[in-house]
DNA sequence: ATAGGGTTAG
């Protein structure tokens, strides 16, 4: 057997090729004698017609030891290890051979930064890109337009969006790419409506024309806001500009219609995309049928990507599982569950959460926590979640209490815990642990997590947070939030049902349903939009219980369609009926 | 010779 290796230089299509007769190990050696500059790039494999890509073995192995045998490393050396370590899975070493360049006095250049910087993005370490900016200042590296771009990329991955707009701001050079890593920086780090305007302000000083890249961040955004006639545009723009090419692109067209609510439009897209349709195509719009509650599309096109030989893989089958807690298929959901270690794909934390969360939902709360019991990982705070919520449905106090001293030793300090656990106690009328669990709260100085919903009026998005008073049109919503509880009133509800969720929330006791973010998006919707249109709410945190039934009402009083997307589904409320099977 | 921006996830 023979084995060629071939060295390429980045984006070009020839190279050295180098043969063996025998070991792939013979041929790099081959490669790399007589040069101790290591810097391969691209390593390809040809065995048999099989192409291989390696180039990530290579990093890994290859320039450490190489590396070890050099007298005098110069930087062009020192560059190269740093690059394999930090594309590789270590970025901790490469952070400490950048440490151990500056306390030996060696020259570094913008290249060395850039690739400690890669390194940072990986573990997330914002302290560290703050020193290797300093850095980059001091050597006066600071002018150099791609690594101005690479530190705004870092900054924004490491969720320092603050610094990344300020030096953008600050950047003496800007090129598209420099305009690409913001708006995705931005989309991705909870500031999809300040991506969106840089979008549009891009757009507008027409320096740049939005590539691929540049749309795959407003998209995201758009994906984000629930904004679907921003997202229109954007398609109509990659239409035009044929960006459609690029399946990655076409995946978050897919992505950006389900997560506004349209399915139909999003298989549209699926069904029609001119590029090979790529596993996480197949994935998106899985989960765009799992998040409306079409378990039946889910599982169809589950069952399809195998027969168009695309091997599902762990997203695939967490979206498949979705589908089915969202749906009740309780049996079709375990099946998969026990099938997925044949089809060689071992569970994770996620997929024992789907289960825990499908069993509870349907009742079957021993059975969930037999599944946490057995599960070979630690299960994490999410996980004791998941298996609270639905103890308060199926008053499952023996159960809720052991989740709930989990969650207390694990130190959560999320409101919502507290008060699931409060709301299971109040069912049984055990009211002395109601107000135990309320003054843990108190001591505890539970922070409460400020809840927004957005809606799309004309175009514009409209944000609400818990009792928000910023809206210019407050006065005339709070008038609006007045009638409805009047007229809800005269169908039999009574605010509190939820009453020690409002308790804990002292100011909230009789108004509650003035202060929750979705209901005043609703309110506005109501007053904005012309009768007959559907009222589209998106919210960041799960919808409650409370909200549900009162959102239910809203929409057979004014006869209106309301959708509200939540952090895990869709709930389509028409003539009083949710379509959602199962409720929180 | 070598560097920056990208989609799905209870």
């Not at 679907?228 to 990659?238: C, T």
């Not at 409060?422 to 009211?431: D, L, Q």
Request: with cysteine; proline share 2%; aromatic share 10%.
């Amino acid at each position: 057997m023979t084995i060629s290796v071939t060295k390429f230089v980045k984006n070009c299509h020839f190279g050295i090729t180098f043969q063996s007769s025998g070991h792939f190990d013979s041929a790099i050696n081959l490669m790399t004698t007589g040069n101790h500059h290591i810097y391969i790039y691209k390593i390809r494999v040809r065995l048999n017609n099989l192409n291989l890509c390696i180039n990530h073995i290579v990093h890994l192995t290859l320039p450490h030891s190489l590396f070890l045998q050099i007298d005098t490393p110069s930087t062009n050396d020192f560059n190269a290890i740093l690059r394999g370590l930090a594309s590789s899975y270590q970025p901790a070493a490469a952070i400490s051979w950048f440490h151990r360049m500056l306390r030996g006095s060696h020259k570094i250049d913008a290249l060395t930064c850039s690739f400690v910087l890669k390194a940072c993005a990986r573990i997330l370490a914002r302290p560290q890109t703050l020193q290797v900016h300093s850095q980059v200042v001091r050597t006066g590296f600071a002018a150099d337009a791609l690594l101005g771009t690479t530190l705004l990329d870092v900054y924004a991955k490491v969720g320092d969006l603050g610094s990344a707009r300020k030096l953008f701001d600050e950047m003496p050079v800007r090129d598209i790419a420099s305009w690409n890593a913001l708006i995705a920086g931005l989309a991705q780090g909870n500031f999809a409506s300040e991506a969106l305007e840089l979008f549009k302000r891009m757009r507008e000083e027409g320096l740049f024309r939005p590539n691929e890249v540049t749309v795959l961040g407003a998209l995201s955004a758009c994906s984000h806001l629930g904004a679907l006639k921003e997202g229109e545009k954007i398609h109509q723009y990659i239409r035009d500009e044929k960006l459609d090419m690029n399946v990655i692109v076409c995946n978050a067209v897919i992505d950006m219609y389900a997560k506004c609510g349209f399915v139909d439009k999003a298989f549209v897209v699926f069904d029609s995309v001119k590029c090979k349709k790529s596993l996480v195509s197949w994935n998106t719009m899985i989960m765009a049928f799992a998040m409306h509650g079409d378990g039946s599309k889910a599982l169809e096109l589950f069952e399809q990507m195998g027969q168009a030989d695309v091997k599902p893989d762990k997203v695939s089958y967490l979206a498949a599982l979705c589908a089915c807690n969202h749906a009740g298929l309780v049996d079709d959901g375990m099946r998969l569950f026990n099938s997925m270690a044949e089809n060689g794909v071992n569970p994770n934390k996620k997929h024992y959460g789907s289960v825990v969360d499908l069993l509870g939902r349907a009742g079957r709360i021993q059975e969930a926590y037999d599944i946490v019991k057995s599960m070979p990982m630690v299960p994490d705070v999410v996980l004791w979640q998941t298996l609270l919520g639905p103890c308060h449905i199926y008053g499952n106090v023996e159960i809720a209490e052991i989740a709930s001293r989990k969650l207390v030793e694990m130190g959560s300090n999320n409101c919502g815990d507290f008060v699931l656990l409060s709301n299971v106690y109040a069912t049984h009328e055990r009211w002395k642990d109601v107000v135990r669990v309320r003054d843990i709260m108190k001591n505890r100085d539970v922070r409460k997590v400020p809840g927004f919903s957005y809606v799309e009026v004309d175009g514009a998005i409209n944000k609400f947070f818990t009792g928000d008073k910023s809206h210019e049109k407050w006065r005339e919503i709070y008038d609006k939030l007045d009638e409805i509880r009047f007229k809800i009133k005269e169908f039999g509800y009574v605010a509190g049902t939820n009453y020690v969720l409002h308790d804990i929330g002292e100011e909230e006791k009789e108004n509650a349903l003035c202060y929750h973010s979705e209901k005043l998006a609703v309110a506005f919707g109501l007053i904005s939009t012309s009768e007959g249109t559907s009222i589209q709410v998106f919210k960041n945190l799960r919808i409650c219980g409370d909200c549900h039934f009162v959102i239910k009402l809203i929409s057979k009083i004014y006869n209106r369609e309301i959708i509200v997307r939540d952090r895990v589904r869709f709930h389509k409320f028409d003539e009083g009926s949710c379509s959602c099977k199962d409720y929180w």
